[in-house]
Antibody
């Protein structure tokens, strides 16, 4: 069955960086986009962008350029979200999600990771 | 436009029917998807395309469209349906998605 398993919660100080992983199983990793979604405490879902897992090309939504980097290691079927120069406002749950109805493009997100809480605090 | 507008909160009596709406220019050209999110859980895809449910989603959930508005209809709301509901859609390039602000559904 399709599963996306994310790495555990992280606590970082402002200015540090963090790397969240999302390990996929149950489908052909390079055939489907990996999306990243942010949810700040008590807030809604924000689509951050997606990674073309076949070409490695990332696409970032407005507001998620510069400090955010999507990458993957296809040999271990894992996608990564790295955030640098962390700020308190980066405190959020970060989800990876994929849609198996859209071949190598972002689409309806039918599989989600469990979420990774990143807390930025001094 | 990349904006989708949802009512922040809606309530429904147990067993009644409720409609949650999502308004945006993109919806005249592209379908919305609907997600349910319960506290401390990942979102779950409820409806995609014109009115399609993934396997395991009860048929009391359905979708409809009118102009630039997509609607999620819950027929015979259950206590377990109390959750946040989000719509999302895509832009014309197909490279960008965006979410509505979410609707908190209370089942009375």
């Amino acid at each position: 069955q399709v599963q996306l398993v994310q790495s555990g919660s992280e606590l970082r100080k402002p200015g540090a960086s963090v790397k969240v992983s999302c390990k996929a199983s149950g489908y052909t990793f390079t055939n489907y986009a990996m999306n990243w979604v942010r949810q700040a405490p008590g807030q809604g879902l924000e689509w951050m962008g997606w990674l073309n897992t076949y070409t490695g090309k990332p696409t970032y939504a407005q507001g998620f350029t510069g400090r955010f980097v999507f990458s993957s290691d296809t040999s271990v079927r894992t996608a990564y979200l790295q955030i640098s120069s962390l700020k308190s406002e980066d405190t959020a749950v970060y989800y990876c999600a994929t849609g198996l109805g859209s071949y190598r493009r972002p689409g309806d997100l039918d599989y989600w990771g469990q979420g990774t809480l990143v807390t930025v605090s001094s | 436009s990349s904006e989708l507008t949802q009512d922040p909160a809606v309530s429904v009596a147990l067993g009644q029917t409720v409609t949650i709406t999502c308004q945006g220019d993109s919806l005249t050209d592209y379908y919305a998807a609907w997600y349910q999110q319960k506290p401390r859980q990942a979102p779950v895809l409820l409806i995609y395309g014109k009115d399609n449910r993934p396997s395991g989603i009860p048929d009391r959930f359905s979708g409809s469209y009118s102009g630039n508005t997509a609607s999620l209809i819950i027929t015979g709301a259950q206590a377990d349906d109390e959750a946040d509901y989000y719509c999302n859609s895509r832009d014309s390039s197909g490279n960008y998605l965006f979410f509505g602000g979410g609707t908190k559904l209370t089942v009375l």
